[in-house]
Structure formats: structure tokens, C-alpha cells
């Protein structure tokens, strides 16, 4: 069975986005243009780059591999949404996973307040219901 594209719909497509001259290009160009003064942080998976805007040469960071305390600032962050998914795994499946995951974060917790000084004093008694 051969499928049917509107020709008139096609059209409409390629002059919004599929290629280097349709709108979504032009708008990208003028939007680039507009804000080319503008410092701009771009983030990937191995660095971070900071466009000062101008022209100017971007200053980039490795990070993961060149910049210590990575992981450790990673593991901070990344508290919270795992909290989070713990909780939607308990509304899921009452019966899952989730406790497992909420004893292992807290005892990771714990073990990382032990080697902090400065928090041990701050965080109250752990509690899993």
C-alpha cells in the first residue's frame, strides 16, 4: 500500500523547517545575530564552554576528567531528583523497588554526612515509612 503525502502539506513543511532556507532557519540566523553580543554557557556531557560574546574566544572547562570535585558536586545535585524518583516509584508500584533505593540513598547519605565535618551536625534522623 503506497501512502499518500499532501503535496500542498509537504510544501507548508519545508518552508517552516526543512531546510537551509526556511523560516526556522532565518528566524535561527536573526536570533544568533541579535544576541551575538550576549555571553552565552553552553554545557555537554565532558565541558563547559563560555562564550563571552563579541567574537571573543570562548573559555571551555573540561569537566568530568579535568575538573576535580565533579562527581562530588554531581552527587549533591542530583540528590534531589533522586529523592524525587524514589517517591514516584512508591506511588507506581507500592510494593517495588522503592524502598531498596530510599535504604541505599540514605545510607550513601550518611556515609558521605560522616566524611563532612562541617554538615554531620546539621542533618536530622533518617526515616522510611
Known amino acids: 500500500m503506497d501512502i499518500f503525502e499532501s503535496p500542498e502539506l509537504l510544501e507548508l513543511y519545508h518552508t517552516y523547517t526543512a531546510h537551509s532556507e526556511s523560516v526556522a ?3 535561527n540566523a536573526a536570533a544568533a545575530g541579535a544576541a551575538a553580543e550576549n555571553p552565552f554557557v553552553v554545557v555537554t556531557g565532558t565541558d563547559i564552554a563560555v562564550f563571552r560574546g563579541g567574537g571573543a ?4 572547562e573540561r569537566i568530568r576528567t579535568g575538573t576535580r570535585g565533579f562527581k562530588e558536586l554531581a552527587a549533591v545535585s542530583h540528590l534531589g531528583p533522586a529523592v524525587a524518583a ?3 516509584m512508591k506511588q507506581f508500584d507500592p510494593d517495588g523497588l522503592w524502598r531498596a533505593d530510599a535504604e541505599r540513598l540514605i545510607v550513601r ?3 558521605a554526612r560522616r566524611r563532612s565535618p562541617r554538615s554531620s551536625k546539621t542533618l536530622g534522623p533518617k526515616t522510611v515509612r
Do not use: D, K
Not at 574566544?57 to 571551555?60: A, G, H, M, R, S
Open 25 to 27: 532557519a532565518h528566524f
Open 57 to 60: 574566544t570562548p573559555i571551555v
Open 109 to 111: 547519605c550518611e556515609s
Open 86 to 88: 524514589v517517591m514516584a
